[in-house]
Structure formats: structure tokens, C-alpha cells
């Protein structure tokens, strides 16, 4: 059995929500400025919520979750740098 986890929560996604495009771990490495196998194991380690595709090792990522993510962690839009006190 795999370790990956359906870790995304309910509360993360809005009501009406179900039309929104979920990020792949390459545009959240991308965006964030770090690797994507460093996406993978935070999805994977429950710090950062996604789900894990049926039958594939791929994720995914909600926009929101993403948001969520950078605030609990101090990302700044300068990729990859975290903000050490404002």
C-alpha cells in the first residue's frame, strides 16, 4: 500500500466550488520555487493538502489549499524565500 494520502480538506474547498482546476506538483514547484519531488513529499507528509489520482503517482493541488499553505509558511511572491518577520 502506498504512504500517499487523500489529504485535502473539506474546508479548504468552497460550496460551487467543483469547477475550479487543481495545480499540478509542477506548477506548485514552480510557483513556490522549490522541486517538485519537495511538492510530492510535503502533499505526501500532510503539510500541504492534495489528493493522490486513482491509480497513478500523480497529485494534485487546490488553489486555496495553495494559498492556505503560503500563509501558514511565510512564502513571499520571491519564490522559494520565506519572510522572516514583518
Not at 32 to 40: C, H
Amino acid at each position: 500500500m502506498s504512504k500517499a494520502r487523500n489529504r485535502i480538506r473539506l474546508d479548504v474547498a468552497t460550496p460551487g466550488e467543483s469547477g475550479v482546476p487543481l495545480l499540478t506538483t509542477g506548477e506548485v514547484a514552480k510557483h513556490l520555487g522549490v522541486s517538485l519531488r519537495y511538492v510530492t513529499v510535503l502533499i505526501d507528509k500532510g503539510k500541504l493538502m492534495g489528493i493522490r489520482l486513482p491509480y497513478s503517482n500523480h497529485r494534485r493541488v487546490h488553489p486555496a489549499a495553495l494559498k492556505d499553505f503560503e500563509e501558514r509558511h511565510g512564502f513571499t511572491k520571491a519564490r522559494g524565500v520565506k519572510r522572516t518577520g514583518d
